[in-house]
């Protein structure tokens, strides 16, 4: 049975790859690090009902301490990093924790591996925000990084020490370069969860406006239950190396609104509400990625559309909603 250690495991993505390994036969190790909100930290991996069969450790990104320890204890075969500060948003108003956690926390998870399981296999999180202000309309492995934002800037450097690593020390490391995606478990401060919740709430009468900034912004939509799978096929290869993660098809904000609002039978222009105070101080305009190098080395292709996934986010939202509304929450 391999063993597979997954940081930011409670995340969407992290409760996605667990169902996924856990399907496959590994045991799956899970770092959580301590909080407050413990009784609700795993909501992610009860919603696809997979809470019970991870194992957690203690453990901190920010504690070099913690991660060897748990390197030394576990001894994976695989380790997933997708532990980061991930919302841009912000990631202005934290900079300095942005990049002690999304930046310099990989590279600690990195110096364990190298330290107690060098043999281990590697998987980085990188992020189509590294492209930021694109230098090619549309973006391959090779495409200049020009980031925009502090989240964007610290990927770049554990995108750079993932590959360091990989050349300095031999590591079986490689990087996902992830464009967006999502799904019901997407965090709801999240542009997509935040229309599809919206939209919920807009047909049950609880809100009767969507408050949205820039909405002409063109992203490359995938499903996280998709990307999981390339993250996984990328450690069962006899090379490591980077990919990028996209479907190869950008859309805008309003258009993704619209999706959402046809739906459930709504007309998104008496909803919807432009703020310019959720604008960011510096936009990615659009985001386009090539997938080529995944399809043609791991096999991979999203079998998941755009219009599926946003129209599975709302029915999910729509039952929260309700539900919510039974208990007396908001």
């Known amino acids: 049975m391999k063993r597979a250690l997954v940081t930011g495991v409670t995340g969407q993505d992290g409760a996605y790859l667990s ?54 204890e576990i001894k994976p075969d695989e380790v997933y990093n997708l532990a980061a500060q991930s919302f841009v948003k912000s990631s202005w108003s934290q900079p300095l924790l942005t990049g002690q956690v999304t930046g310099m926390g990989a590279l600690h998870v990195l110096e364990a591996v190298r330290m107690e399981r060098p043999e281990a296999r590697f998987y980085q999180a990188s992020s189509s925000e590294m492209y930021g202000l694109v230098q090619e309309p ?31 020390f031999g590591l079986h490391a490689s990087s996902g370069i992830l464009f967006n995606h999502e799904s019901p478990l997407r965090g709801i401060e999240f542009v997509t969860r935040k229309v599809t919740d919206g939209v919920a709430r807009i047909k049950l009468g609880v809100e ?19 990307y999981v799978r390339a993250m996984w096929l990328m450690l069962q290869q006899d090379k490591p190396d980077d990919y990028v993660v996209a ?37 990615v305009d659009i985001l386009l990625g090539n997938p080529a190098k995944a399809k043609a080395k791991l096999g ?20 929260r909603v309700s539900q919510q509304a039974k208990d007396g929450r908001p």
């Open 300 to 319: 991979w292709e999203p079998k998941i559309s755009l219009e599926e996934m946003i129209r599975e986010m709302v029915d999910a939202d729509l039952k």
């Open 208 to 226: 009767k406006e969507l408050r949205l900034g820039n909405i002409d912004a063109k992203r490359d939509w995938g499903h996280s239950k998709d």
């Open 138 to 168: 549309i973006q391959s492995e090779t495409t200049p990084l020009y980031p925009r934002s502090p989240y964007g800037v610290a990927k770049v450097f554990a995108h750079a020490m993932t590959i360091n690593y990989r050349e300095s």
């Open 19 to 72: 169902q996924l390994l856990l399907e496959k036969g590994y045991e799956v190790h899970g770092l959580v690090r301590r909080s407050s909100s413990a009784d609700v930290i795993d909501a992610k991996l009860r919603w696809l009902n997979i809470h019970k069969d991870i194992r957690f450790v203690d453990g901190n990104l920010l504690d070099t301490t913690s991660l060897i320890r748990a390197v030394r």
């Open 247 to 283: 479907t190869g098809r950008t859309t805008t904000v309003r258009d993704m609104c619209r999706i959402a609002f046809d739906h459930v039978g709504l007309k998104m222009d008496d909803h919807l509400v432009i703020d310019p105070v959720l604008f960011r101080p510096a936009e």
